[in-house]
């Protein structure tokens, strides 16, 4: 069974920084595109970043292009989302979530998500 647990968000101020991490598990995640989804309140499931399985390739939403940094560590089978710079906008529930394949970034896509992690962007 595929598990996807998201930590590390929080109340940040705006301009300030938070790191999210994924402890996954139940699937070869070195073998595995993974990707980060965001959700606002009142809003529909927005892709913001997604990681090749080797790590080696990567793509961003252009809202959080040159802000945000995904990263993973396949040792640990754990995925990374580094925020900084963060808006107001930024608030929304962050989901790790593990797409079909690299290239698909469309809602459909991210079916299979942890239950996410709050960041709230206040001041």
């Known amino acids: 069974e595929v598990q996807l647990v998201e930590s590390g968000g929080g109340l940040a101020q705006p301009g300030g920084s938070l790191r999210l991490s994924c402890a996954a598990s139940?699937?070869?995640?070195?073998?595995?595109?993974m990707s980060w989804v965001r959700q606002a309140p009142g809003k529909g499931v927005e892709w913001v970043s997604s990681i090749l399985s080797s790590g080696s390739l990567t793509h961003y939403a252009e809202a959080v292009k040159g802000r945000f940094t995904i990263s993973r560590d396949n040792a640990k089978d754990t995925l990374y989302l580094q925020l900084n710079s963060l808006k107001t906008e930024d608030t929304a529930m962050y989901h790790c979530?593990?797409?079909?394949?690299?290239?698909?970034?469309?809602?459909?896509?991210?079916?299979?998500r942890g239950q996410g992690t709050q960041v709230t962007v206040s001041s």
């Open positions: 979530a593990k797409p079909p394949r690299w290239g698909c970034w469309a809602v459909e896509c991210f079916t299979i």
């Open positions: 139940g699937f070869t995640f070195g073998s595995s595109t």
